[in-house]
């Protein structure tokens, strides 16, 4: 079976803290795809970054970083330095490449107020 | 990144009628697009996925004749709901892959139909 779990349902932090979001897959699959969006409260999904399977090199973008680890199947996400914008639900999802499919499967998503 | 757009952006409708929602992928070819809908603080429920040139795979529980996808063309697909009804109501979004280069195996998403029956 695939699943994702997102455990944090909710997350408030003050301005200019450090947040980490945390997302745990399954699967069997060997190759796979893992992805971060963000849905600002306007319902735009806005992808943030995909990782595949085989490259477990942690990522740094501005603010942003992305912590993947097999050994405990999990695809962690941090902001550094949050900032009011940063409020959002964050969506951590999982493909494998079975079949030709498509498919993304979800978690139920993390809502992170940042308040000023 | 791929740029996908979605039309309308929010409709409000009359029980019993039927509402068509356009996805466009703007600068690159979908032989793929999927249909989601999301309820309010929920995550995201795929529908189906169109395939361009052929049926629509729809996800177990969802109407294929409540729900009419088509997809014609590499950067259109439509969807359109029939005989809507309140419980219709939903923020209804797409996505599309790019065929190749890298990027196909990310999803792109429209910004989204706000969908209001009556």
């Known amino acids: 079976a695939q699943k994702v779990t997102q455990a944090q349902t909710e997350i408030s932090v003050v301005e200019k803290e450090d947040v980490t979001l945390d997302c745990v897959y399954e699967?069997?699959?060997?190759?796979?795809?893992l992805f971060w969006y963000k849905q600002p409260p306007s319902g735009e999904l806005v992808f943030l970054i995909r990782?595949?399977?085989?490259d477990e090199q942690n990522e740094i973008s501005g603010r942003y970083s992305w912590n993947f680890q097999k050994s405990t199947s999990s695809f962690n996400f941090t902001i550094t330095a949050s900032q009011v914008v940063d409020s959002a639900v964050y969506f951590c999802a999982l493909r494998t490449n079975a079949g030709n499919n498509r498919k993304l499967i979800w978690g139920l998503g993390t809502s992170l107020a940042v308040n000023p | 990144g791929a740029v996908v757009s979605q039309h309308p952006s929010r409709v409000i409708c009359k029980s019993g009628t039927s509402v068509k929602i356009e996805c466009r992928s703007l600068d690159f070819q979908a032989t793929t697009m999927f249909w989601y809908r999301q309820f309010p603080k929920q995550s995201l429920m795929l529908m189906a996925t169109?395939?361009?040139?052929?049926?629509?795979?729809?996800e177990q529980g969802v109407e294929k004749d409540k729900f009419l996808i088509n997809h014609a063309s590499l950067t259109l697909s439509t969807l359109t709901v029939t005989s809507a009804h309140p419980e219709d109501s939903s923020f209804y979004i797409c996505?599309?892959?790019?065929?190749?280069?890298?990027?196909?195996?990310?999803?792109?998403f429209g910004p989204g139909t706000r969908l209001l029956v009556l």
């Open positions: 699967t069997r699959d060997t190759t796979y795809y």
């Open positions: 990782r595949n399977s085989f």
């Open positions: 169109s395939n361009e040139g052929s049926k629509a795979t729809y």
């Open positions: 996505s599309a892959n790019p065929p190749a280069g890298g990027i196909q195996e990310t999803q792109y």
